[in-house]
């Protein structure tokens, strides 16, 4: 049966259900943008208080323990691209070549 909200003509089933897909795809885009967004606030600061950490360490006396924490955490790369091959896969297969806004990278 057609739905009319008084605004617009009314539409079918199958129109309505397609629209309600879209917006839930588009609200589940601003959450992920929300997560992102606080998982670089998260990382960010950990780098920062690691650092902190580290220089304790190293006025403590245990320079060489610093040294080794320094040396292979602080400032890594938190995300693994080699384990996400299958996703950035998918991405690869359902982005447009060639729209700026559909890039390989990010």
Do not use: C, W
């Amino acid at each position: 049966m057609p739905v009319s909200s008084g605004y617009l003509p009314p539409m079918d089933d199958k129109t309505v259900e397609a629209v309600g897909k879209m917006t839930e795809a588009l609200e589940n885009t601003e959450r992920a943008r929300g997560h992102l967004y606080s998982f670089h606030q998260l990382t960010g600061s950990a780098d920062l208080e690691l650092g902190e950490g580290v220089d304790l360490l190293r006025e403590a006396g245990h320079t060489e323990l610093a040294d080794r924490i320094e040396h292979h955490l602080v400032g890594r790369n938190v995300v693994d691209g080699r384990r996400h091959l299958h996703e950035a896969g998918m991405k690869e297969d359902r982005r447009t070549h060639g729209h700026p806004d559909h890039t390989k990278e990010p």
